[in-house]
Nanobody, 121 residues
Framework: QVQLVESGGGLVQPGGSLRLSCAAS????????MGWYRQAPGKQRELVAA???????NYADSVKGRFTISRDNAKNTVYLQMNSLKPEDTAVYYC???????????????WGQGTQVTVSA
């Protein structure tokens, strides 16, 4: 059974920083792309940043220059460094990964349980 466990959320003042982590565990053959999504109250879930297994990255325009996604393939972990946080970054942040459990099986999307990030004075 595969699990994605997030950590690192919390309350921070505008202009502050947080680092989110998401570790994948369980029976894993390979992990393709990993990413972070967020969902604010009353809004749809949106992509924040994604990273491929080779390290190519993609960011939402709203976070470019402020957020950095990275991964440690040896630890099956993805990180999101968030700097210069704004109140509009407040949301529940979800980790996502494309995981193949066995080499002969298809890749499936897995999601973490979400971690709250609140940016407020």
């Amino acid at each position: 059974q595969v699990q994605l466990v997030e950590s690192g959320g919390g309350l921070v003042q505008p202009g502050g920083s947080l680092r989110l982590s998401c570790a994948a565990s369980g029976s894993i053959f390979s992990i393709n792309a990993m990413g972070w999504y967020r969902q604010a109250p009353g809004k749809q879930r949106e992509l924040v940043a994604a990273i491929t297994s080779s390290g190519s990255t993609n960011y939402a325009d709203s976070v470019k220059g402020r957020f950095t996604i990275s991964r440690d393939n040896a630890k099956n972990t993805v990180y999101l460094q968030m700097n210069s946080l704004k109140p509009e970054d407040t949301a529940v942040y979800y980790c996502n990964a494309g995981i193949r459990v066995r080499f002969w099986e298809s890749e499936y999307d897995y999601w973490g349980q979400g971690t709250q990030v609140t940016v407020s004075a």
